[in-house]
């Protein structure tokens, strides 16, 4: 809560926050705790307990104003209530989590029909845990990563990402994907802080990356929606590729990743080239 706090008051300019700026040197790149207290409507005691972690009966109402005074984002603010919500849970109550690792039949059966789309299913982790033939097939650089832990261990997009240096050939923006994986991992921390396999998975990043240690230290948190992506396959060459974040009712832990080309475009092209080598592929442990 202190340093996601202290980072999104850094991002707030007292000019951005409708202050008079002054002629003085300020001590703080962004607003100072008293600012922030003053403009939430509470007082700079309050304030200070709020963003050292202890939020003993603080309200919502509160948190709104600060998210409010801060220009929150809608995922920084529901990353600020999931971080009130494990700090408000007694610790007898918070139970070990760990993400779902295995993706029901008809959910498999479901990407498998999509046969012309690559799609992947993932965890909050980032642990690709099934895929139909053509999101393998897309996928394959991750699939074949020695970052891998076992041939049956699901791959991990965030350990491909920071680990291994194939990554800056298979994504045109690794800087991005460093981003966006960081931004992923740090919202699910919030939602699970309990979660065994995401501290490990952290553990391991912060320990053999300096890159992750940088960015996971900016506390920059967001949810992977849709947008486009340009990839480079090793055997096809580049795709340009859109792609859709889709969230199943009955499980709500797993994300569906689609990716989609426009009709009649070169990457449309190259993925019904990369179909056909799917087909004619040994297959391959899930």
């Given at each position: 809560m202190r340093d996601f706090l202290s980072t999104r008051r850094a991002k707030i300019t007292p000019d951005m926050a409708g202050l008079p700026t002054g002629s003085g040197v300020r001590r703080v790149p962004g607003l100072r705790r008293e600012e922030v207290a003053i403009l939430s409507g509470v007082s700079v005691d309050y304030y200070t307990r709020i963003e050292k972690g202890d939020l003993t009966g603080v309200s919502d109402e509160v948190l709104d104003a600060v998210a409010r005074v801060l220009q929150m984002t809608d995922d920084e603010t529901a990353y600020l209530y999931d971080l009130a919500r494990a700090v408000r849970r007694p610790a007898r109550a918070r139970r070990?989590?760990?993400?779902?690792?295995?993706?029901?039949?008809?959910?498999?059966l479901l990407i498998d029909s999509m046969s012309t789309t690559p799609v992947i299913a993932h965890n909050g982790c980032l642990d690709i845990l099934a895929a139909n033939p053509l999101g393998r097939a897309l996928f394959s650089d991750i699939y074949d990563s020695p970052t891998r832990r076992s041939a049956v261990a699901p791959p991990n997009l965030a350990s491909f990402v920071f680990l291994d240096p194939v990554a800056g050939e298979f994504y045109a923006d690794l800087d991005d994907a460093a981003d966006?994986?960081?931004?992923?991992?740090?919202?699910?921390?919030?939602s699970t802080p309990h979660?065994?396999?995401?501290?490990?998975l952290v553990g391991e990043l912060s320990t053999r990356s300096e890159d992750f240690r940088a960015r996971w230290g900016a506390h920059d948190v967001g949810k992977h929606r849709a947008g486009s992506k340009t990839l480079h396959h090793r055997e096809v060459g580049d795709l340009v590729l859109g792609f859709e974040e889709l969230t199943l009712d009955s499980i709500p832990s797993i994300t569906l990743s689609a990716y989609i080309a426009e009709p009649a475009s070169a990457t449309a092209e190259r993925l019904q080239l990369l179909a056909a080598l799917a087909l004619t592929a040994t297959p391959a442990q899930p």
């Open positions: 070990r989590t760990r993400p779902s690792s295995i993706l029901p039949q008809q959910a498999q966006t994986t960081v931004r992923i991992l740090r919202t699910q921390a919030a979660d065994s396999r995401l501290t490990a």
